[in-house]
């Protein structure tokens, strides 16, 4: 049996906690640190490349963010870009697309126009473009019919730029982030597979034992657990959190059997919906084809295409009379209601394709039943935390730090654009809390575009 002692021990081989893995080897005097994997290999959940978007989210083009939140986002999305060039992976994990915000009808145009004006000084290669532009950019945007002879009806209007990073495979990317630790650092970098945690128990002289279901035990000064839904879980287990219940939501997409897309087209968002707004995206696991969606789907279960963690889910969801308020109040709104009852749909064989598309031609108005299949496969859960003080659903990442040597982070969307950014944070408490030293000038060279 293992019994080994580390600096820092992080729990969870994702894009967050490899990110939090490469930032401590790189910019830390950190003697030791450890990774445990639940699985085989990294990012083999949510931040595999089949199980996003593989989207870095700047906030130019989703409408559902605030201006302040857009300049959040902007920086943490630079950082993933920042990483990326400085170690050549352009073109190889992360890639250049067109990419807009697309207003269909009045309402939404005004919407468009009104949102580019306010953020255009933010993000100064933002362009707004008219239907004459989106025939040269996107013509199947503009066309009602596959010939490509009639205008579609509505007024259509674009805010979008074709000169910046867009996308990325954020499973590579967890790869490059974990052998870039290992070859930055003298420190012990340790990453160990097939290695689930079962329970992490706070000892008496500061330190952590984190145990795991194969009875290899390991203990820590800190522990960061960086496991998506299972995050509450085990945050639960020690008392934490209790505040909070998860709702995993799963999101699954449509792929086109051809190239429909030249980049990708983000919908307004309906700030009722707690949800990403549906958009197309061309895919770069998937060459030469178009994936839409997400779906948004409550699933009784953590991971997606796993077996098992249906009980892990009942745990985690912290049921009692608060939870079944938070579900009442999203309920009475028909607008939640109805995107609920519709997404469900969208997952029953024979029927889901012919109501997908129908929600689908709002980008692509000459899309066609027999232009899209179901993507087996593709998509993940995000754990979606239910404030059961507030009594509602909370919206972005959610992190529980009691200050004592110990962090639990649930990240949905966009925690994959904001691991860098996530880590950087968390490394602060890391370093502040066992005295390391730290090299934030070179941290904020590499990447972010500030200097100290």
Known sequence: ?????????????????????????????????????????????????????QTIHV?????????????????TAKMIEKFCLQYGL??????????????????????IESRYNEFKELFPYLEL????????????????????????PEPIIAMGTSTQYTTVDFGEMSEALALQAQQAS??????????????????GDKTFKVTTTNGEQYTADFVVVDAGAHSLFLAHQMGYGKHMGCLPMAGSFYMTDGHFLNGKVYMVQNNKLPFAALHGDPDILAEGKTRFGPTALMLPKLERFKPGTYLDFWKTLNFDLK???????????????NYIFKNFLFEVPFINKKLFVQDARKIVPSLSVDDIEYAKGFGGV????????????????????????????????????????????DLKVVVEYLGLEYDEAQLLKDLTEEAL
Not at 133 to 149: G, S
Not at 323 to 331: R, Y
């Open 1 to 53: 049996m293992k019994n080994k002692h580390y600096d820092v021990l992080i729990v969870g081989g994702g894009i967050s906690g490899t990110a939090l893995f490469y930032e401590l080897a790189k910019y830390t005097d950190v003697k030791s640190l450890c990774l445990l994997e639940k699985y085989e290999a990294l990012s083999t959940l949510n931040s595999k490349g089949t199980s996003n978007s």
């Open 59 to 75: 906030g130019d083009i989703e409408t559902n963010y605030t201006l302040e939140k857009a300049k959040i986002t902007k920086r």
């Open 90 to 111: 352009e073109d190889k994990i992360m890639f250049a697309h067109q990419k807009m915000a697309l207003g269909v009808g009045k309402k939404e145009v005004h919407f």
């Open 129 to 152: 473009w008219d239907v004459a532009k989106l025939k040269e950019l996107e013509p199947k945007l503009v066309y009602a019919d596959k010939e490509q002879t009639k205008i579609r």
């Open 186 to 203: 003298d420190a012990i970098t340790d990453i160990f597979y097939h290695s689930q945690v079962e329970q992490v128990e706070e000892m």
């Open 323 to 337: 939870i079944v308020k938070i579900f009442w109040d999203l309920l009475k709104d028909s607008d939640i209601r």
């Open 382 to 425: 995000r754990p979606q935390v239910l404030d059961k003080e507030k009594e509602k659903l909370m919206l972005g990442e959610a992190s529980i730090n009691p200050g004592c040597g110990i962090i639990f982070n649930m990240t949905p969307s966009p925690g994959a654009t904001s691991c860098l950014g996530n880590a950087e944070r």
